[in-house]
Nanobody, 124 residues
């Protein structure tokens, strides 16, 4: 098992950038598919991005394609989400998640471990 901790959230103006980080406080990430999800009050948890075990394959939700980049450094036991050209609609709590599946999955139900989340607020 792994325990995950997100960091890097905050307040940013529209058009700005933030870099979120996810670190394993317990366990290692190299054997997990990793994903980022986000959620706002009253809405279903939304898929943002995912990355394969070694980082060779990345995937993005339609709403963030071209603006967000996911990466991982298994040696440092971390995953990152670089968020550029941020929009007010990107405002949400962002969660890092890990899955033991062989293939990348896109549903929150397919991820087994979750961090506590980090708040991202984008002002207009």
């Amino acid at each position: 098992q792994v325990q995950l901790v997100e960091s890097g959230g905050g307040l940013v103006q529209a058009g700005g950038s933030l870099r979120l980080s996810c670190a394993a406080s317990v366990g290692t990430l190299s054997s997990y598919v990793m994903g980022w999800f986000r959620q706002t009050p009253g809405k279903e948890r939304e898929f943002v991005s995912a990355i394969s075990w070694s980082g060779g394959n990345t995937y993005y939700g339609d709403s963030v394609k071209g603006r967000f980049t996911i990466s991982r450094d298994n040696g440092k036991n971390t995953v990152h989400l670089q968020m550029n050209s941020l929009k007010p609609e990107d405002t949400a709590v962002y969660y890092c998640a890990a899955s033991t599946d062989i293939y990348v999955r896109f549903s929150a139900n397919d991820y087994h471990y979750w961090g506590q989340g980090t708040q991202v607020t984008v002002s207009s």
